[in-house]
């Protein structure tokens, strides 16, 4: 006697269907979500603040949701996601409150190894600075203040596409940023628009806020911690300025600069190490690459290297602190990348386990025994034969078939 075992698949879950009405709803609320935010960027700016961003990024998905997929799964999917990046906030601000001593010299012994004696920072500014912003310093702006928007817009891109990739990108992101928060706690670092303009007697004791980092470098020139500046253009400033929001000037946009100002100002101010900026931007680049087509790909690599220059040329970071946020996010891609490979091998796995061939259900619906003319035992064969038929029709079961 042989056993065969009969598996019938359950439904396929119904697709979400809207009726036209309420589709047309949906129009009409994501043009209210445009015109709303085109306000809010006429009357005050884009919105960089991570509340602010998520907020209106949730908005407009609600209104896209409309006619088109479950609201419950906006709030499903991205309230998860912005509480843990709210704690990342009050996480990252315990840093400056433990009191372990600051990096102030360590990072630019380091630069100067890794750039053959110079400081890289420096070195741009040395070679490239100009007494008023030129054109250019608008791309290293716009490069810069990328970061505060782009990890949440592509994470609304990929909700539209798909809420696996939405959830994979997620946990990469909020992964990078925590793991960065621990850097910040243990290995405190000023960037070098701080060191500017400090000498070595004023940050000895490693203090995590001192006055001459705010005082700029005008003040030390020679004896401070970044030695001294010998612009090659005529009206630079010879000490390393803080660049980043200068370029803002190119633009005519001061009020884009007076709230990046003002958003710097609030946050933790000596966690250089490592770089998010950089990080988050290669994490970025390593997660979408497989998803773009090849003539995008150019692109994505010059991505990272126009961060890393502008974050060394405003001298919001060294180069090291690029270096080692390059590092944190390919830690990060490999490790959830191996972990996805092993999760969906095991899921594979369970799929091609046997069905246990003791399972009997009851039959249903209840049949009738019919004899059989070609079995001596004909009535006790059909029975059997019904019974399993019928069982095997009924869904999600297993039934148990009987041949000779």
């Not at 960027?41 to 961003?53: C, E, F, M, T, Y």
């Not at 001459?212 to 000490?239: E, F, I, K, S, T």
Request: with cysteine; net charge positive.
């Amino acid at each position: 006697m042989a056993t065969d075992t009969i598996t019938r698949e359950p439904a396929p879950a119904r697709a979400y269907v809207a009726r036209p009405a309420v589709r047309r709803l949906g129009w009409a609320g994501i043009g209210v979500w445009v015109a709303a935010l085109v306000g809010q960027i006429i009357v005050a700016g884009v919105p960089l603040d991570r509340q602010a961003v998520l907020a209106w990024i949730a908005a407009g998905l609600l209104a896209f949701s409309i006619g088109r997929r479950p609201l419950w799964t906006v709030v499903s999917d991205w309230l998860p996601f912005a509480s843990v990046l709210v704690v990342y906030d009050y996480a990252r601000g315990m840093a400056d409150g433990i009191g372990l001593p600051v990096l102030w010299q360590q990072p630019i012994d380091v630069d100067r190894f890794l750039a053959g004696g110079t400081v890289p920072t420096v070195w741009l500014q040395e070679h490239l600075k100009l007494g008023h912003p030129p054109w250019w310093e608008a791309g290293v702006s716009l490069t810069y203040v990328s970061f505060f928007l782009l990890p949440y817009l592509v994470a609304g891109v990929l909700w539209l596409r798909g809420r696996a990739a939405f959830r994979h990108w997620a946990l990469r992101f909020v992964t990078m940023s925590y793991l960065a928060v621990v850097c910040f706690i243990l290995l405190p670092a000023a960037p070098p628009w701080a060191a500017a303009g400090c000498r070595p007697s004023d940050v000895q004791d490693g203090p995590s806020s001192v006055g001459c980092m705010y005082a700029g470098g005008r003040y030390v020139r020679g004896d401070g911690l970044l030695g001294l500046m010998h612009p090659v253009n005529a009206g630079a400033n010879p000490w390393v300025e803080r660049l980043s929001t200068r370029g803002w000037g190119s633009l005519h946009i001061p009020v884009a600069r007076q709230l990046l100002d003002e958003g710097q100002a609030g946050v933790d101010q000596v966690a250089a190490m490592p770089s998010l900026h950089a990080g988050c931007t290669l994490l970025f680049v390593l997660f979408v690459w497989p998803r773009v087509r090849a003539r995008w790909r150019p692109l994505l690599v010059g991505y990272p290297l126009l961060m890393a220059f502008s974050l060394i040329y405003s001298a919001e970071h060294y180069l090291v602190d690029v270096l080692a946020g390059w590092a944190m996010a390919v830690a990060v891609q490999l490790g959830f990348n191996r972990f996805e490979r092993r999760r969906n091998g095991a899921r594979t796995a369970d799929t091609l386990v046997a069905q246990s061939p003791t399972v009997v259900e009851n039959p249903w619906p209840p049949t009738a025994t019919t004899p059989s003319s070609t079995s001596p035992n004909g009535g006790a064969l059909s029975t059997r034969r019904a019974r399993s038929t019928a069982a095997a029709d009924r869904p999600g079961t297993t039934a148990r078939s009987a041949s000779s």
